[in-house]
């Protein structure tokens, strides 16, 4: 069986990410006893990743890149921001475990949308924290092999997410 939308995907790939004229590097791999699988066709992968596995099926290896574009998009100036430390404090405090460059905090946004955003710096009054996806302006490199290929149920259709 060949990959459409709504086929259940088993597969395992290794992931290689890197900025434009730099080095790629090791980001993640799965392994036959924890393979990725997945429901096609319903928008819960990045596009550019689920296009280049249309039409493969069980046994078959692939090995693409994908530009920023196709993937988690460029990094967006804007989705960095600065925001008073006060905001860090806990009982008048600030929680230097928390107030760590790179460490990733989750916040909320205006509606209570939760925010994922890395610490890339601060000062006494600011810390500056980057929401761009940390893959955002990364040429991702996949390689691997389709596992298995089914067709999904109609309550996985309907979940829209592998049972």
């Known amino acids: ?59 078959d290896k692939f090995d693409f890149k994908l ?9 967006d100036q804007e989705a960095i921001v600065p925001l008073p430390i006060e905001i860090f404090k806990h009982d008048g405090v600030i929680d230097m475990e928390i107030l760590k460059l790179g460490n990733m905090v989750p916040m909320r946004d205006n509606e209570g949308n939760t925010m994922n955003g890395k610490i890339i710096s601060f000062n006494d009054k600011t810390v500056t924290i980057d929401f761009n996806h940390p893959l955002a302006g990364h040429t991702l490199h996949f390689a691997g092999e389709i596992v298995e290929v089914r067709e999904a149920t109609a309550e996985e259709i309907s979940h829209k997410h592998v049972h």
């Not at 006893?33 to 596995?53: D, K, M, T, W």
């Not at 530009?67 to 990094?75: L, Q």
């Open 1 to 59: 069986m060949k990959i459409t939308n709504n086929s259940v995907v088993t597969l395992n790939y290794h992931l290689n990410a890197g900025l434009p004229g730099a080095p790629m590097e090791h980001m993640e791999s799965t392994d036959p006893q924890q393979p990725f699988r997945f429901l096609s066709g319903v928008g819960g992968l990045i596009a550019g990743f689920e296009n280049n596995l249309m039409g493969l099926q069980a046994g």
């Open 67 to 75: 530009n920023p574009s196709d993937a988690y998009g460029e990094s």
